[in-house]
């Protein structure tokens, strides 16, 4: 038996104001809770994401807004600090570390339950937010940015999808 563990992506574009904003998504086989658990596990990123080489905790706190990891992609090793904590629904941290050009980005994970009827399934989309300026050529800049952190988003969705699809195949083999 096959089992499908995501749709292909969508991608959505946006640059409104001083923001370039970049949305990706896609469909996986797992309910909003396991994903949420996944997701919610804050410092074991690396053990899904292809593009995260080691993550880490940098606060006491474990879950929650106020939530500090570290991860390290390549030479790159950015700070992410929890800022919207929503079981099951919404989590969403703001990344520090970033070259000077960029003043703020903020990743945000959404979960949408999908109906239907023979298994459980979420919509995951995951929005990054990326305030380079508002003159030209720092619109620019965002722009590039957002089309590479776009790549990366990709490569974080797969992961998350690939996890559940680990999950299923496991389970269809025992049984």
Same mark, same amino acid.
């Given at each position: 038996?096959?089992s ?7 991608t ?6 001083d ?31 292809s ?21 390290? %992609? *390549?030479?790159? $090793? /950015? ?11 919404? &989590? @969403?941290? !703001?990344? %520090? *570390?970033?070259? $000077? /050009?960029?003043?703020?980005?903020t ?6 339950? &999908? @109906?239907? !009827?023979? %298994?459980?399934?979420?919509? /995951? ?18 722009k590039?940015?957002g ?20 999950q ?6 025992d049984?």
């Amino acid at each position: 038996m096959h089992s499908r563990s995501h749709k292909s992506s969508s991608t959505r574009s946006v640059l409104a104001d001083d923001m370039a904003t970049v949305v990706k998504s896609t469909s996986v086989l797992a309910s909003p809770d396991e994903v949420w658990a996944v997701l919610s596990d804050f410092a074991a990123i690396s053990e899904w994401a292809s593009n995260v080489d080691h993550s880490c905790l940098l606060s006491d706190q474990t879950e929650g807004v106020g939530t500090v990891r570290r991860i390290q %992609t *390549g030479r790159t $090793t /950015v700070v992410e600090t929890v800022t919207r904590w929503e079981p099951g629904v919404a &989590l @969403s941290y !703001a990344l %520090t *570390g970033l070259p $000077t /050009v960029i003043r703020s980005l903020t990743n945000t994970w959404t979960l949408e339950p &999908l @109906s239907d !009827a023979t %298994t459980a399934s979420t919509r /995951v989309a995951l929005t990054t937010e990326i305030d380079a300026g508002s003159r030209p050529p720092q619109k620019g800049i965002a722009k590039a940015i957002g089309r590479k952190l776009g790549q990366a988003s990709d490569e974080m969705l797969v992961g998350i999808a690939e996890q559940f699809k680990a999950q299923r195949d496991a389970q269809e083999a025992d049984a």
